[in-house]
Every structure is written in C-alpha cells, then in structure tokens.
C-alpha cells in the first residue's frame, strides 16, 4: 500500500513496529523484573515501586482467584485513577480474566445496562460509588464487591491532616471511614499469599478489556480489546514518542484510567517504559502544579480545556513546565490558540492525536517533528493502514482530497463488540478494516483532517449539511461561546437544521441577527431554522459535545 505519511515521521520512527508474541502480562511482569526499586506510581507524593507492585498485583490476582474468578470472566473495576486501578487491572488480567472498566461517577442506571451486558463475578469498586451497585435490581445479579478506599493509598501523616481536596470526594469522606455492608475491603482482599507463579498466563489473543463506547449513537456498547491489540497500541506509542527514556519520564495520569485514552497511555505503555505514573483521582490544576514542582512532568497528554487551564494557571503561579516533552492532545479538535499557549510554558511540541475506543485507541498522530500540520490529526501510526470511502458504499474509495468516511486497519483494531453480533457486522469490514464514521479529507501527504460525523450530517431539502461547517460560522459570532448544530425532524419530512447556543454574558438572543450572520457566510440550506439558547451543553468525561444528547433534550423543550 501507498504509504506517503511515512517520510514525514519524526527521524528514528519505524514504519512497522514489532507485532506482539505475548500477552499484557508479560509485559508488566518484564518491567517488575527489570525495574523493581524505580518508582512505579506517586499518588499524593505516596510511592510504590515496581517491585511492591508486583506483589501486590499478585496477591490481588490470588484473591480473585479464591473468590472464583477463571478465565475469560469479567471483572468490573469502578475506579478513579489510584495505585489499586493499577493493581487491579494486571490482578485481573494476570488470572485470564477480563477487566470491565466503568466511570465511578455514572448513576446506577446508566451502570445497570453495563452490568447486565458484561455479567462480572466480582466487582473492584470505590466505596463511593458501592450503593450504586447495591441499588441494582434483583434481575441483575450483583457481583462479589471489593471495596476500595482512596485513603488507603494516601501518605500516612497526610490523610488526615490533607484530607480529600476535591470537593466531590470531600463530600464523600465520612463514608470513606468504614467499608459498605456486603463487601470485601482491599485491604482485607491484599492480605493474603502471592498467585502461585506457575498459575496459567493468558494467550496473546485473549480478550484482555471490553471497554465500553461513549454512546453517542445509542447505548454503550462493549469493544472487546485483546491483549494483542493492546500491546501492539503500546508499542506504537512507544515508537512514536522517539526519544522517550525508560526509567526517565514522569507520566501525569490526568486522564482518566477508565477511558481507553488513558487506559493505554499510562496503564499499558507507561508501564511498558518503567515510568513513573503520577496520578490525580480528578483533574484539579492547583494539584497538579503542586506536583509538578515536586515530580516535574515530562508525558502531559490530555484534553485542549485541560492544557489551556495548566498553561495559564501555571504562568499565574510562576510554576515552570519546561519538563513537559511529549504532549498529544485527542478527543476534540484542538485550537491554534492553545497550540501556542501551551508551546509558550512547556518544553515540547503540543501535536493533535486521534483514536477510537475500538482501536485501543490510538491510530493517527502529528509527528514530534517540524513536519507537523496544524489543524489536521496527522497520519498514520506505525503499522497503520487507512482509506477514505464512500460513506454509502464503504467498497469504494474517494479521490485524493475528496471527503469521505475513514477507514482502519492494524494490529490495534478490536474483533467485535461484546454479545453484539449486529453491530459488529455493521462496524468491521472484510480485511479488518474498521468503520469510524468519521468523514476526512487527506492532503497527498496523508495528513488528515475531521470534518464531520457520518451519523451526525443533517440531510435537508436533499443536501447534506455538515453540523461542524454551521457551528464553526455560529462559534465566530461575539455573542455566542459554543454550539451545537443539530437535525431535527422537519414538518415537511426530512430534517432542519437546529442550533443550541450559549451566550456570552451580558449578550441576548437575537435570532434573526444570528441567522443574518449566517447568511452571509453559508448557503441558505444550511442556515439554522431554530436558535436557543441553553446554560451548558451535555458533553462526554473528556468535554467532548454530544450532539445526540443535545437533539434529544431539544426535542423533548420544543416540540
């Protein structure tokens, strides 16, 4: 295949990477052999090293195994990012088992559907978040429940004198004290002999982590990730960042643990470089530049609203980030502005990334290098195919520069949604190749850019309109901070199109003046019809928008 990316990677990045022979295990227990006095994870200026890790990984995996737990069950973790996370998720994975990663902050109910999809014998979960479990109902058999309390992993002479800082766990702290009825404490759970190192390993090929989707287009829906695709997508990462020591980087883990993002970049490749994971249980700027004057961060990957708000807070504390080398930022797109704030305090290059939850995630990326393009997701990782179809006809592909729907291939790709035949079939094509449903243009570079969302284009009067052209007019209006562009069923039939603002403050709805704005920008068919103005927009744990939410509460105010 034509592969033109390939001369713009970074000098010392290889085209292909080396393919996985073994699992996740495998991976972890290298680092524990090869690392055991560095320093594995730093909570709250609370270490562990790879050593004491390895011990505990293994007599937690010994715990499961006494509570029943055999290859291939699933085992829910419903936890922020804290030392047990880790812990847990080798525990499980070193049994054969399958880690469910849930976000401790979801209701019961939107925990229900997850629980009755995956069936986990045992549940890893903040003590916080044990009631929601409890509450299930009875058609739902509830899972052995361990109960993990942050305060276990805190500094001794802090946890009382510290407290929690972030006013939801602040809130939470008298629960913190005592475990809830009916489960197993981790502290009891840890106390116990080391797995007997002959139990068996799981296969390169075995399901290491269903991880469900945001559900953006309906319910979530559960990507099962195997250990092969896993590693193979820690390794691309290890390619990419070229130059990353082992032993040397300080890997700030302010995405969550619980999303693929951050599942890979610190609990997968973090461990593959023996570095050290400093992590936060919620973003908090003032506490993570308090460890950055502690731990100076060298890997700060995350979100455009959280390097915007570390950047300017830190130039208000005088605090320096210089040490931030590798910085990739995903899930949204990311504006110039904060590519050059960013760039102006840290001591690297800020470059825009792109994965799926179904690709472990990660698949394209700017380089480290000069060679990068702003406002594009870059190309190709190593060892990563992509073509761009037509998104009604996915056999035949577009011309050079045309928009079309992205399609994947590669090592990292995910074999099919858990106990959902249909929409694995709808997702995944002959030859591997994955649907993203993301429509792209590439330049002859093979630099990539979004342009939209293949189930979000609104079809009017027989015209696509694309939702991102229209809230990109709306955005440059000065009354209005953000938007959401949306289809709503027209009386006619077919669809209009729909916008739900907010306001600057101080400005007021005004639609004809908005709709004169874009007007003069945008051919009629594209116009908004409705204009409304809301307080905030629903948006997924990483800040993403979620149009689908957005129709929904709309249609429900206004028709």
Same mark, same amino acid.
């Given at each position: !295949?034509?592969?033109?990316?390939?001369?713009?990677?970074?000098?010392?990045?290889?085209?292909?990477?080396?393919?996985?022979?073994?699992?996740?295990?495998?991976?972890?227990?290298?680092?524990?052999?090869?690392?055991?006095?560095?320093?594995?994870?730093?909570?709250?200026?609370?270490?562990?090293?790879?050593?004491?890790?390895?011990?505990?990984?293994?007599?937690?995996?010994?715990?499961?195994?006494?509570?029943?737990?055999?290859?291939?069950?699933?085992?829910?973790?419903?936890?922020?990012?804290?030392?047990? /996370?880790?812990?847990?998720?080798?525990?499980?994975?070193?049994?054969?088992?399958?880690?469910?990663?849930?976000?401790?902050?979801?209701?019961?109910?939107?925990?229900? /559907?997850?629980?009755?999809? /995956?069936?986990?014998?045992?549940?890893?979960?903040?003590?916080?978040?044990?009631?929601?479990?409890?509450?299930?109902?009875?058609?739902?058999?509830?899972?052995?429940?361990?109960?993990?309390?942050?305060?276990?992993?805190?500094?001794?002479?802090?946890?009382?004198?510290?407290?929690?800082?972030?006013?939801? %766990?602040?809130?939470?702290?008298?629960?913190?004290?005592?475990?809830?009825?009916?489960?197993?404490?981790?502290?009891?759970?840890?106390?116990?002999?080391?797995?007997?190192?002959?139990?068996?390993?799981?296969?390169?090929?075995?399901?290491?982590?269903?991880?469900?989707?945001?559900?953006?287009?309906?319910?979530?829906?559960?990507?099962?990730?195997?250990?092969?695709?896993?590693?193979?997508?820690?390794?691309?990462?290890?390619?990419? !960042?070229?130059?990353?020591? %082992?032993?040397?980087?300080?890997?700030?883990?302010?995405?969550?643990?619980? /999303?693929?993002?951050?599942?890979?970049?610190?609990?997968?490749?973090?461990?593959?470089?023996?570095?050290?994971?400093?992590?936060?249980?919620?973003?908090?700027?003032?506490?993570? %530049?308090?460890?950055?004057?502690?731990?100076?961060?060298?890997?700060?990957?995350?979100?455009?609203?959280?390097?915007?708000?570390?950047?300017?807070?830190?130039?208000?504390?005088?605090?320096?980030?210089?040490?931030?080398?590798?910085?990739?930022?995903?899930?949204?797109?990311?504006?110039?502005?904060?590519?050059? =704030?960013?760039?102006?305090?840290?001591?690297? =290059? %800020?470059?825009?990334?792109?994965?799926?939850?179904?690709?472990?995630?990660?698949?394209?990326?700017?380089?480290?290098?000069?060679?990068?393009?702003?406002?594009?997701?870059?190309?190709?990782?190593?060892?990563?195919?992509?073509?761009?179809?037509?998104?009604?006809?996915?056999?035949?592909?577009?011309?050079?520069?045309?928009?079309?729907?992205?399609?994947?291939?590669?090592?990292?790709?995910?074999?099919?949604?858990?106990?959902?035949?249909?929409?694995?079939?709808?997702?995944?094509?002959?030859?591997?190749?994955?649907?993203?449903?993301?429509?792209?243009?590439?330049?002859?570079?093979?630099?990539?850019?979004?342009?939209?969302?293949?189930?979000?284009?609104?079809?009017?009067?027989?015209?696509?309109?694309?939702?991102?052209?229209?809230?990109?007019?709306?955005?440059?209006?000065?009354?209005?901070?953000?938007?959401?562009?949306?289809?709503?069923?027209?009386?006619?039939?077919?669809?209009?199109?729909?916008?739900?603002?907010?306001?600057?403050?101080?400005?007021?709805?005004?639609?004809?003046?908005?709709?004169?704005?874009?007007?003069?920008? =945008?051919?009629?068919?594209?116009?908004?019809?409705?204009?409304?103005?809301?307080?905030?927009?629903?948006?997924? !744990?990483?800040?993403?928008?979620?149009?689908?939410?957005?129709?929904?509460?709309?249609?429900?105010?206004?028709?």
């Amino acid at each position: !295949m034509n592969a033109p990316w390939i001369k713009h990677y970074q000098p010392g990045v290889p085209a292909e990477i080396e393919l996985p022979t073994e699992s996740l295990v495998a991976l972890y227990e290298r680092s524990v052999a090869e690392a055991p006095d560095a320093v594995a994870t730093e909570f709250f200026g609370r270490t562990t090293t790879y050593a004491q890790l390895g011990d505990r990984i293994s007599r937690a995996a010994e715990g499961l195994r006494r509570l029943g737990v055999r290859r291939g069950d699933r085992v829910a973790l419903v936890l922020p990012n804290c030392p047990q /996370h880790v812990i847990a998720f080798y525990a499980v994975l070193r049994i054969g088992a399958v880690v469910v990663e849930h976000n401790p902050l979801y209701t019961e109910r939107e925990l229900r /559907h997850m629980f009755e999809d /995956h069936s986990a014998r045992v549940a890893i979960c903040w003590d916080v978040a044990v009631p929601k479990l409890q509450a299930m109902p009875d058609d739902i058999p509830v899972p052995t429940i361990i109960s993990v309390n942050l305060l276990d992993a805190f500094p001794a002479t802090k946890r009382l004198a510290l407290g929690l800082p972030l006013a939801k %766990l602040r809130a939470a702290r008298a629960k913190l004290t005592q475990p809830s009825v009916g489960t197993l404490t981790w502290k009891k759970f840890l106390d116990g002999p080391p797995i007997d190192s002959a139990h068996p390993r799981p296969g390169v090929h075995d399901v290491a982590v269903i991880q469900y989707t945001s559900g953006t287009t309906g319910q979530p829906k559960g990507a099962m990730l195997s250990h092969y695709n896993l590693f193979s997508n820690a390794r691309q990462g290890e390619a990419w !960042m070229h130059g990353a020591k %082992l032993r040397e980087e300080n890997f700030y883990a302010v995405l969550p643990l619980f /999303h693929a993002f951050g599942m890979t970049l610190f609990l997968t490749y973090g461990i593959l470089k023996q570095a050290r994971l400093v992590l936060f249980p919620a973003f908090d700027v003032d506490m993570v %530049l308090d460890a950055a004057q502690k731990t100076p961060p060298t890997v700060y990957c995350a979100v455009p609203p959280i390097y915007e708000r570390t950047a300017t807070r830190a130039k208000e504390r005088g605090i320096s980030l210089r040490s931030a080398k590798y910085c990739i930022s995903g899930a949204m797109n990311l504006p110039e502005a904060v590519v050059e =704030l960013w760039e102006s305090v840290s001591g690297g =290059l %800020l470059v825009e990334g792109y994965g799926m939850t179904e690709a472990s995630p990660v698949c394209l990326g700017n380089p480290f290098a000069p060679s990068r393009r702003s406002g594009t997701i870059g190309v190709p990782f190593p060892s990563t195919r992509m073509k761009v179809v037509d998104p009604d006809d996915p056999t035949r592909e577009v011309a050079q520069g045309e928009r079309g729907e992205l399609l994947l291939q590669g090592p990292q790709i995910f074999s099919g949604y858990w106990n959902n035949q249909s929409e694995t079939e709808k997702t995944l094509l002959p030859g591997g190749w994955l649907r993203t449903g993301d429509v792209v243009t590439v330049d002859a570079d093979g630099f990539t850019t979004i342009v939209d969302r293949v189930k979000e284009l609104i079809i009017t009067g027989g015209f696509n309109v694309s939702p991102s052209e229209v809230e990109e007019v709306l955005r440059a209006h000065p009354d209005i901070t953000d938007v959401a562009v949306v289809g709503v069923p027209a009386p006619t039939g077919g669809e209009r199109v729909a916008a739900v603002v907010i306001l600057a403050e101080g400005s007021h709805l005004d639609e004809n003046a908005m709709r004169s704005w874009c007007k003069e920008r =945008l051919a009629a068919y594209k116009v908004p019809r409705s204009i409304v103005a809301v307080d905030d927009l629903p948006r997924s !744990m990483l800040g993403k928008v979620l149009r689908t939410q957005v129709r929904e509460q709309f249609l429900a105010t206004h028709h």
